[in-house]
């Protein structure tokens, strides 16, 4: 039988997909866009907060860090039986080494402290409120509908109209978009024991370079025979300030406790989001 799950950020890329395979399972989710309702009917048995502020930093005290406040207080006040936080591999700062849950973390940015507020907030709220809350920390999530601005829909738009591309230096580990709701379900069904307090990163477990990606990319273009191939600039710079040369997931917490580990290969992630673009922009 489905749960009630109250779904924060389900109008974002992953919330969007979080709330299209708790529905395909069974669930009925309670969709919250910005704040709370005044009145939700029924107890929810679950709580996952996909919400984030990741560019406007006079908001992210509001969404990253009072929200989180809130959806705690919620939880303890409905007794919940599960809260799953939707945290970010940038929590743990710009470090070249293997990122694993148990590590100091050395945020350098807004975005990176609010979001490791939160997580602390969640993971000393589980034991000085007993409540069964976890974070789900993934890494670089890609897929369909995946945010304009980012590097595989930006790869795509200038595959499509022969614009030159500026590739920078830098690395991330890549993760399918249905890896991580895999991810997602997995801390929801897990017992209270396995998951109280607990952080889980996840990954592929690999760091791929921007220059990986754009040959991995022209090669899942060439085997998709759309005829066409990016041209770009090599610039020798980081993106930005904090970007690293090593961005890995240490997954092995996620595959030890719970069994998980991610199905899709690069290449073949490439290639669904592909078709994905191909087909909607194709019909649009």
Known sequence: MGKTILLCGASGFIGGHVKARLESLGHEVVSLRRGLPAAIEGRPEAIINCAAELVDESKMIESNVELVHTLIDLAVKWHIDKVIQVGSSSEYGPTNEIRREDMTCVPSTAYERTKLTATEWVCASAWTKDIDACVARPFSVYGPNETPRKLIPQLWDHLMDGRTFELHDGSHDFIYIDDFVDGIIALLDAPREVTKGEIFNFGSGRSTSNHEVLAAFQEAANEMK?????????????????DVINWQ????????????????????????????????????
Request: with cysteine; charged share 25%.
């Open 226 to 242: 759309l005829g066409c191939s990016i041209t770009y600039h090599l610039n020798p710079k980081p993106f930005r300030p904090y």
């Open 249 to 284: 997931a240490d997954i092995s917490k996620a595959a030890c406790v719970l069994g998980w580990r991610p199905k899709v290969t690069f290449k073949d992630g490439l290639k669904r989001y592909m078709d994905w673009r191909w087909f909607t922009e194709d019909l649009g």
